[in-house]
């Protein structure tokens, strides 16, 4: 069964702090390693990664994904209170139609 | 503003009602689904429709209907809901049943069912 597990499930920190969340993934046929923001309701999209070893950036996010250990980090540096949000993981799977398996996420709150 | 539009954005309906939710997409994406996200629970795919037709149906209850009459809009009509059905439910659009590109989500509709 395919399953994307994402670590930690929340991360409470200070205004300033540097954040790395984790994700892991069992996945067949694997297209994609996506990052979406979810702070109300839309998910916002952050990153899609396909290649291993190549980082991408914005701003203060940057994400890189390792298809050999099957997982990816999202980092965040010098954090802000407009960070807080949940931030989402998935895995796009090959298929007839494509799928997005999604994990949990992981709820990030910045303090002033 | 993602490109996305869902309505309502907040429906509370009795277990014996009828009731629809709309999405609309102004990307010219050709590929549609519909998700639920219930508390500490990843999204749920539940349908996908690419060009009109509906490619996916992950083992969603008769209760929930879809509709897609065209590319740009997608329906999904509720009736004999129970209260384990409440939850937010989240459109998205993407270019095509490929996905070489992201998903844009739409605000969600947040149902309770009571």
């Known amino acids: 069964e395919d399953k994307v597990v994402q670590s930690p499930l929340s991360l409470v920190v200070h205004e300033g702090d540097t954040v790395t969340l984790n994700c892991s993934y069992e996945v067949t046929n694997f297209r994609s390693l996506l990052w979406y923001k979810q702070e109300k309701k839309a998910p916002t999209f952050l990153f899609m990664l396909?290649?291993?070893?190549i980082e991408k950036k914005s701003g203060r996010l940057s994400s890189i994904l390792d298809k050999k250990e099957l997982f990816s980090i999202l980092n965040i540096t010098a954090t802000q209170t407009g960070d807080s949000a949940v931030y989402l993981c998935a895995v796009g799977i090959r298929g007839n139609t494509d799928k997005l398996i999604f994990g949990t996420g992981t709820r990030l709150q910045v303090f002033p | 503003e993602t490109g996305v539009t869902q309505t309502p954005r907040h429906l509370v309906m009795g277990m014996t009602n009828k009731k629809s939710l709309k999405c609309e997409q102004h990307l010219g994406h050709n590929a549609m689904y519909w998700y639920k996200q219930s508390a500490k629970k990843p999204l749920e795919l539940m349908f996908v429709y690419s060009l009109e037709e509906r490619v996916e149906n992950n083992s969603v209850p008769s209760r929930f209907s879809p509709e897609c009459p065209n590319s740009s809009h997608l329906f999904l009509h509720l009736h004999t809901l129970q209260p384990e059905d409440s939850a937010l439910y989240l459109c998205a659009s993407s270019q095509d049943r490929v996905l070489s590109t992201e998903a844009f989500f739409g605000q969600g509709t947040r149902l309770t069912v009571v």
């Open positions: 396909t290649s291993s070893g």
